[in-house]
């Protein structure tokens, strides 16, 4: 059954959203499953935040942020027939300027917009402004209808609910009274006027311009007044992109660490998404702990002893060697025990949904060979 669900959303759906906190391998398991999906036969693109470099390297593709094919190696390499798998990095300013280029036909407006110190604050520091452009970018990716299948890894996020919930926020600020406010007083004006706004009764302008001065006022107003012709388009693809991950054809997959606080966030997440009508199709569980073969000194002593390398080595060596190994062993199936028991909660708290147990490799996923073992154990649970 489960080789049957990895294959179904590796051959059936149109996107596959892969959230979780940074750090726990999201990128990586992103680009496996893409690699998995393309080697069914559909044209898969994998849309990546801030690969690793060695990963990147491995793909042998410049990202940027239009999609472009691996070179026939690296899909030889993974067992990839040639133009399947498409590799595409996020550019956070770039999804907003395309965005303004479709609603704003005036060159002079959109050069004020860009210049906007506003803006730019917004594009590229505000909270939630690289989850709100990366669903931009998906929208605009699907919507060209060139790909079988979107594979999209999100930006890291202490809350995996930050991407999801992300068109919804920037919906509710641009229908904020707040917005409506500061822009109302340029409505059939052209411009924005401070003056015109203080003559208008907003004397509060007149204290808040004390605190944060007259320019800043003057930009962020100005900012909005030329915004007006691209809200409309910003409210439009937030509802738009919220319809969208709402689909039967999208799934989503949640990467975490093997750990107490990642369980109960996972579980939350979990819950969240049920209450949005949203099923989420599996957690992933990146680089968990195998349990040692042996942790007992003088079966490692044994298994020492026949190795031609430690020939050589005097018996005492062999014995301190044996006791530090076996110390390090237990300490091992510790960790690996108390990763399992927190797996096995995951599991009977989300009956269901599948637990991915992806192992810790011995080395970082910097290979293709390496990319396709995390592939292969996509879609394994605990026997």
């Not at 690296?74 to 067992?79: C, D, F, I, N």
């Not at 917009?113 to 506003?118: A, D, G, K």
């Not at 691209?230 to 439009?236: H, T, Y």
Request: hydrophobic residues 50%; contains cysteine.
């Amino acid at each position: 059954m489960l080789q049957t669900l990895i294959t179904t959303l590796a051959t059936e759906k149109r996107i596959v959203v892969c959230v979780g906190p940074g750090g726990v391998g999201k990128t990586t398991t992103a680009a496996a499953f893409a690699a998995l999906a393309a080697r069914a036969g559909r044209k898969t693109l994998v849309s990546t935040i801030d690969p690793a470099p060695r990963l990147a390297d491995a793909l042998g593709v410049a990202l940027s942020s239009e999609p472009a094919p691996v070179p026939l190696a690296v899909s030889e390499a993974l067992g990839i027939a040639p133009g399947l798998l498409h590799v595409a990095r996020l550019d956070t300013a770039r999804a907003f300027a395309m965005l303004v280029e479709t609603q704003v036909a005036d060159p002079q407006m959109r050069r004020r917009i860009f210049e906007n110190p506003i803006y730019r604050q917004i594009t590229t520091t505000l909270t939630g402004s690289q989850e709100y452009a990366a669903t931009l970018a998906l929208f605009d990716i699907v919507q060209r209808g060139i790909f079988d299948l979107v594979v999209l890894d999100t930006p890291p996020t202490a809350n995996a609910l930050d991407f999801l919930e992300a068109p919804r926020r920037i919906e509710e600020a641009i229908s904020s009274p707040a917005i409506k406010w500061f822009v109302k007083p340029a409505e059939g004006a052209g411009r924005f006027s401070l003056q015109r706004m203080r003559a208008g009764g907003a004397l509060i302008l007149g204290r808040l311009a004390k605190f944060v001065g007259n320019r800043f006022l003057e930009d962020i107003a100005a900012f909005l007044t030329d915004f007006q012709l691209v809200l409309g388009g910003f409210l439009e693809r937030a509802r738009s992109v919220g319809t969208l991950l709402r689909q039967p054809d999208v799934a989503f997959l949640l990467v975490m660490a093997p750990e107490v606080p990642a369980v109960d966030e996972a579980l939350y997440f979990e819950r969240r998404l049920r209450e949005a009508g949203i099923p989420l199709a599996a957690f992933v569980a990146n680089r968990v702990h195998p349990r040692p073969g042996m942790v007992d000194a003088d079966e490692i002593a044994a298994a020492l002893r026949a190795r031609p390398e430690v020939a050589g080595l005097k018996a005492e060596d062999i014995e301190t060697a044996s006791a530090r190994l076996a110390r390090t062993a237990v300490d091992f199936q510790h960790l690996a025990e108390g990763e399992t028991r927190e797996l096995l909660r995951l599991a009977g708290a989300a009956p269901g949904i599948p637990v991915w147990e992806v192992p810790l490799l011995d080395h970082d996923v910097a290979t293709l060979s390496a990319l396709r073992t995390v592939g292969d154990h996509l879609g394994r649970t605990r026997a």
